[in-house]
């Protein structure tokens, strides 16, 4: 198994322009976040999905927008990029049944927006 | 809303020796969960060990132990002989119960910088 990955590794932006982060997880797992880290921030949520179908705000939401395309996929896009978007992103999945709770995390993605 | 804090932006110890992380936190419900990640210079997110609110005996996890104490809403990590490779940082966090439609996401506090120094 893979666990959850994550595309692209890292990636650069000018001001303006529009991309989607894509994250897959196959654990069939029922819920999945986005989260980003900022330094002396720790991790903030921003979106994210209890279960297929569903779609929640997190802590800072401005800005991003997602799709839960399918039970495995989590998109996160960023339609217009500004330089405070600047910041490592995490997405994470996680099981609902059984007593499992824990959240996997995928490798992140190293966004900068000059 | 709940919050979680760190008080310890940065620690250090000595390989070998018995370090302690703390973590406190700020919740109104009964029943919750708890965690401590490790994020290494990879970036990997790791889960280092779990505690839910309910259970009163300390979770240990090899090295690792955590000192639950639900009155105080106080939940740090105690890691033994430590090693080189606990050089990372930690993050203490917190989970709602999850609902009929999922789990809930995580709060996490900002982190405490862990250096073991040979």
């Known amino acids: 198994n893979a666990g959850v990955t994550q595309t692209p590794k890292f990636q650069v932006l000018k001001t303006g322009q529009s991309m989607t982060l894509q994250c897959a997880q196959d654990?069939?797992?029922?819920?999945m976040y986005w989260y980003r880290q900022d330094p002396g921030m720790g991790l903030r949520l921003i979106y994210y999905?209890?279960?297929?179908?569903?779609?929640d705000k997190g802590e800072v939401p401005n800005g991003y927008n997602v799709s839960r395309l399918n039970k495995r996929e989590f998109s996160l896009r960023l339609e217009s990029a500004a330089p405070s978007q600047t910041s490592v992103y995490f997405c994470?999945?996680?099981?609902?049944?059984?007593?499992?709770?824990?959240?996997?995390f995928g490798p992140g993605t190293r966004l900068t927006v000059t | 809303a709940q919050t979680v804090t760190q008080s310890q932006p940065e620690m250090s110890v000595q390989e070998a020796e018995t370090v302690t992380l703390s973590c406190t936190y700020d919740?109104?419900?009964?029943?919750?969960?708890l965690f401590w990640y490790k994020q290494p210079p990879s970036r990997q997110m790791i889960l280092v060990i779990r505690?839910?609110?309910?259970?009163?005996q300390n979770a240990t996890e090899n090295r690792f132990s955590v000192n639950f104490q639900k009155a105080a809403k106080s939940f740090s990590l105690k890691i033994s002989d430590s090693q080189l490779g606990d050089t990372a940082m930690y993050f203490c966090?917190?989970?709602?119960?999850?609902?009929?439609?999922?789990?809930?996401?995580?709060?996490f506090g900002k982190g405490t910088r862990l250096s073991v120094i040979a």
């Open positions: 994470a999945s996680s099981a609902a049944s059984g007593g499992q709770y824990e959240q996997y």
């Open positions: 654990m069939n797992h029922n819920s």
């Open positions: 999905s209890a279960s297929e179908g569903t779609t």
């Open positions: 919740t109104s419900e009964n029943n919750y969960y």
């Open positions: 505690q839910e609110a309910y259970k009163q």
């Open positions: 966090a917190f989970m709602k119960p999850f609902s009929n439609s999922g789990n809930t996401p995580l709060v």
